[in-house]
């Protein structure tokens, strides 16, 4: 099997779950505070690595690689939206 074709397949395995998080509403802070703290607002993997102040290598944030990361950072800007839209909250601390 070709490499683009398990690229499809692989896309049309997961719409399920894309549509599903695309189209989650937030209804409740406890939720939408949860899912703030939980998804990070920058790659977590991205790094400089230095030893002695002086830079060896730059790991790329892998996030990207992840094939739901754009529906899993619109869910977290949702539930952000969430809190300062409808709750009045502060959500600097998010950020």
């Keep these: 099997m070709s490499s683009f074709i398990q690229m499809q397949?692989?896309?049309d395995?997961?719409?399920?779950?894309?549509?599903?998080?695309?189209?989650?509403?937030?209804?409740?802070?406890?939720?939408a505070h949860?899912?703030?703290?939980a998804i990070p607002a920058q790659c977590p993997f991205e790094r400089d690595i230095t030893v002695f102040?002086?830079?060896?290598?730059?790991?790329p944030p892998m996030?990207?690689?992840?094939?739901?990361y754009e529906e899993v950072v619109g869910?977290?800007?949702r539930a952000l939206c969430y809190l300062?839209?409808?709750?009045?909250?502060?959500?600097?601390?998010?950020?």
């Design 63 to 68: 996030c990207k690689l992840n094939p739901l």
């Design 75 to 77: 869910l977290r800007f």
């Design 13 to 31: 395995l997961l719409h399920p779950v894309r549509e599903w998080l695309e189209t989650l509403e937030i209804h409740n802070s406890k939720l």
């Design 53 to 59: 102040g002086r830079k060896l290598f730059h790991i």
């Design 9 to 11: 397949l692989h896309k």
């Design 84 to 95: 300062a839209d409808e709750c009045g909250e502060d959500v600097t601390a998010y950020c």
């Design 34 to 37: 949860f899912l703030c703290k």
